[in-house]
């Protein structure tokens, strides 16, 4: 490949004992991959973001990856949200990826800004600019958020995201490349010319990837669920044709010019590492061997 390939990995916070055994098993598995970073995701209630907040720490002190934190603008004043971000400051975290984030009551609720806090994705961008020298990495929408009137709303709100310092857009996942290429030239159209770097969601578990993606706005073509279909009851072949999707879909991406992905790992390194691999990465002490 002539490109070098550079990926970055998205985890969550684990909530229980088992769940962060998961984790780490995943961490340790795709950490000598050389990720470009590491990200965990922030969730909305008390106790999920102090599971964020710990998760990124130990990442720092445990690990030699690069930790991108998650903030939301959701149920916090500015003055919480700053903290937040002086205490990331503080511990050495060096990236962010600001998110407006959803409504506490659900996605389907209206989302409205709360009293005293961020207004959205934009101002909170600018919020931690002010407050820290940090990367500041944002989302992107090849299909549209849901809450947009149409895709140039969508794609105004990415400008407003670059305009206050966002220097990177990792997009929502999606499963035919071309319309991330539509979506990649109406933004360079719109002067946008920040990394807009593809997500992508090896498809564990299709029954919970399908009520995911009819939440988020991204569309599950028929073709994919063809794929999966008869297979509930047979993990095996499942994770076969999994990695047999995920492959087909970055190497297209490559084939076209694409050098960057994002990873939704959903906790698991099998799928990944499978298709890193086939990406052309190795493990580091390998590489250098
Ligand atoms: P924004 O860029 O702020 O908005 C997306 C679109 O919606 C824009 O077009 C904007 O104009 C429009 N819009 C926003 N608000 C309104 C409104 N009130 N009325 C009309 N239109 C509006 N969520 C989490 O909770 N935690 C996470 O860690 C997290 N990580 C994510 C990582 C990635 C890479 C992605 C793609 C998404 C992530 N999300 C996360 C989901 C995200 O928070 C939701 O999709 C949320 O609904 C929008 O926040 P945003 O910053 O992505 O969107």
């Known amino acids: 490949m002539a490109q070098p390939i550079r990926v970055s990995f998205e985890f969550f916070p684990p909530k229980t004992e088992e769940m962060e055994k998961n984790l780490w098993e995943a961490i340790r598995r795709l950490a000598p991959l050389s990720p470009n970073f590491v990200s965990v995701t922030y969730g909305a209630g008390g106790s999920t973001r102090e599971r964020t907040h710990s998760t990124v720490r130990r990442i720092v002190t445990e690990t030699a990856l690069t930790p991108a934190a998650h903030l939301t603008c959701v149920a916090a004043t500015k003055p919480e949200i700053d903290t937040v971000i002086q205490s990331y400051r503080d511990a050495g975290v060096r990236h962010i990826v600001a998110l407006r984030g959803d409504p506490t009551e659900g996605v389907a609720a209206k989302y409205a800004p709360h009293?005293?806090?961020?207004r959205n994705a934009a101002d909170l961008v600018a919020g931690i600019k002010r407050i820290a020298d940090i990367e500041v990495s944002?989302?992107?929408y090849?299909?549209?958020h849901p809450d947009s009137l149409n895709v140039n709303a969508d794609i105004d709100?990415?400008?407003a995201k670059v305009d206050?310092?966002?220097?990177?857009a990792m997009t929502q996942f999606f499963f035919e490349n071309d319309r991330y290429f539509d979506y990649l030239d109406k933004v360079r159209a719109r002067g946008i010319y920040i990394p807009i770097v593809p997500g992508i969601l090896p498809v564990q578990n299709f029954k919970q990837m399908k009520n995911f993606a009819d939440r988020t706005g991204a569309s599950v073509p028929r073709w994919l669920a063809d794929r999966f279909d008869g297979l509930d009851d047979d993990v095996a072949t499942r994770k076969?044709?999994?990695a047999a999707v995920a492959a087909e879909q970055v190497l297209d991406l490559v084939e076209r010019g694409v050098t960057d992905f994002h990873f939704y790992t959903m906790n698991r390194a099998d799928l990944v590492y499978a298709v890193c691999h086939l990406l052309g990465l190795r493990p580091a002490a390998k590489k250098a061997a």
């Open 115 to 118: 009293p005293g806090g961020y």
């Open 138 to 140: 944002v989302s992107a």
């Open 142 to 144: 090849p299909e549209k």
């Open 157 to 159: 709100m990415l400008k």
């Open 164 to 168: 206050a310092g966002a220097t990177r």
């Open 240 to 242: 076969l044709i999994a």
